[in-house]
T-cell receptor, first 114, second 113 residues
Framework: DAKTTQPNSMESNEEEPVHLPCNHS???????IHWYRQLPSQGPEYVIH???SNVNNRMASLAIAEDRKSSTLILHRATLRDAAVYYC???????????????FGQGTILTVHP | NAGVTQTPKFQVLKTGQSMTLQCAQD?????MYWYRQDPGMGLRLIYY???????DKGEVPNGYNVSRLNKREFSLRLESAAPSQTSVYFC????????????FGPGTRLTVT
């Protein structure tokens, strides 16, 4: 699986937007970009995923660079509940051979200040 | 809908003891997974089951066995626990082909002394 690089930690203030970057310079054409987050003492939860186009859902937006070598998870208005570890993961969907396996890095610890 | 449930929530074992971690999902998902998470680290895949009746090794399978009992249940067994297996264990499930989102359970915190 192609590797991703994320900052170890980021800080934000409540109600401000947060942009979480992820570099994936060796991404292949069939790699989807997935984001999960893990709140303290909980299992990870799915946030969003995309392939080439920018994506929006009720939790966040995903902006994917034109060359796909980087992406940014955008939380439009951070709340205290968004304090978590955010993981950017690439998953090869070609032919379904990955069987959904996720390879987690160390992620970015997001701290949200009141 | 309970989602993914895991039992027990906490367990302390002595070195050499055995135990089985239970996982069940009520979403009719085909694929199920076992991960472990060591302090300050991301999750690592132990075993997975792409569909009922199949299991495959993940990144760190040594010291573990699994059973896909039926479509709902996927258990993880430690035959002879070692201190290196002290970790938090997460079970997850996914719809299968065409499903992108993986759903995780609350975890089992295991300590081996």
């Amino acid at each position: 699986d192609a590797k991703t690089t994320q900052p170890n930690s980021m800080e934000s203030n409540e109600e401000e937007p947060v942009h979480l970057p992820c570099n994936h310079s060796t991404i292949s054409g069939t790699d989807y970009i997935h984001w999960y987050r893990q709140l303290p003492s909980q299992g990870p939860e799915y946030v969003i995923h995309g392939l080439t186009s920018n994506v929006n859902n009720r939790m966040a937006s995903l902006a994917i660079a034109e060359d796909r070598k980087s992406s940014t998870l955008i939380l439009h208005r951070a709340t205290l509940r968004d304090a978590a570890v955010y993981y950017c993961i690439l998953r090869d969907e070609k032919g379904g051979t990955s069987y959904g396996k996720l390879t987690f890095g160390q992620g970015t610890i997001l701290t949200v200040h009141p | 809908n309970a989602g993914v449930t895991q039992t027990p929530k906490f367990q302390v074992l002595k070195t050499g003891q055995s135990m089985t971690l239970q996982c069940a999902q009520d979403m009719n998902h085909n694929s199920m997974y076992w991960y472990r998470q060591d302090p300050g680290m991301g999750l690592r895949l132990i075993y997975y089951s792409a569909s009922e009746g199949t299991t495959d090794k993940g990144e760190v399978p040594n010291g573990y066995n699994v059973s896909r009992l039926n479509k709902r249940e996927f258990s993880l067994r430690l035959e002879s626990a070692a201190p290196s297996q002290t970790s938090v264990y997460f079970c997850a499930s996914k719809k299968g082909q065409g499903g992108y989102e993986q759903y995780f359970g609350p975890g089992t915190r295991l300590t081996v002394t």
